[in-house]
Structure formats: structure tokens, C-alpha cells
């Protein structure tokens, strides 16, 4: 089992920028692929971003490519979001989730059901 607990998130202006963290603990001798998701109000939850167990791959989806940047420091059990250039559009709870599968060093995962373990999501607010 792993608890994941995510931080960062706020209140900010349209074309700020937020960095999220995701702090796992528990079981974390196991390599987790790691992703982040979003949920706006009335809409189902989206893939915005993912890496690799090894941190050597990431995935994003086309609405935040360029914009955000994900990171991990495998030592601190720790995967970052980086939230750049935000728009209202980005308004969302935001959730870090982690797959126990087995899997190569480089494969990313883009879909939720692939996902074991979820936090219990931080809110982002983009105000224009």
C-alpha cells in the first residue's frame, strides 16, 4: 500500500504558475509509474500528465503540452507538477495517482483505471 498526498495547489491569475507536489509514503521500496489527473466541475476526470517509473519518460495531454512540466526526485518519493502559463480552463481538482504494475523503465500511463492508488486531489483555481 501507498498513501499519496498532494500540495500546491491555490488561487492564482490567469498566466501564473503553480507547482504541485505528490509526497507518497508508505510502501515505496516498489517503482511506481506516476500520473496526474483532473477533475473540473461537470466534467469527468482527465489525464493531464505522466512519468515513468525511471523518470526518464513523460506523457502530457495536448491542452497542457508546453505548459506543464512533470518531475520526480525518486530519493524524496515526490512527483512534481509544473504549471506554467495557467488559463480558467485549467480550473480543476487535480489528483497524483500511482500504479503498482509491473513495468518497464520507460513506459507511461495515460489512463486512470491503470492507476491503483490516488490522493485525495488539491484545488486549482485560474481566475481571468
Known amino acids: 500500500q501507498v498513501q499519496l498526498v498532494e500540495s500546491g495547489g491555490g488561487l492564482v491569475q490567469a498566466g501564473g504558475s503553480l507547482r504541485l507536489s505528490c509526497a507518497a509514503s508508505?510502501?515505496?521500496?516498489?517503482?511506481?509509474?506516476m500520473g496526474w489527473f483532473r477533475q473540473a466541475p461537470g466534467k469527468e476526470r482527465e489525464f493531464v500528465s505522466a512519468i515513468s517509473w525511471s523518470g526518464g519518460s513523460t506523457r502530457y495531454a495536448d491542452s497542457v503540452k508546453g505548459r506543464f512540466t512533470i518531475s520526480r526526485v525518486n530519493v524524496k518519493n515526490t512527483v512534481y507538477l509544473q504549471m506554467n502559463s495557467l488559463k480558467p480552463e485549467d480550473t480543476a481538482v487535480y489528483y497524483c495517482?500511482?500504479?503498482?504494475?509491473?513495468?518497464?523503465?520507460?513506459?507511461?500511463?495515460?489512463?486512470?483505471?491503470?492507476?491503483?492508488?490516488w490522493g485525495q486531489g488539491t484545488q486549482v483555481t485560474v481566475s481571468s
Open positions: 508508505g510502501r515505496t521500496d516498489i517503482p511506481y509509474a
Open positions: 495517482a500511482a500504479s503498482s504494475k509491473i513495468l518497464a523503465p520507460s513506459v507511461v500511463l495515460s489512463n486512470d483505471y491503470e492507476y491503483d492508488y
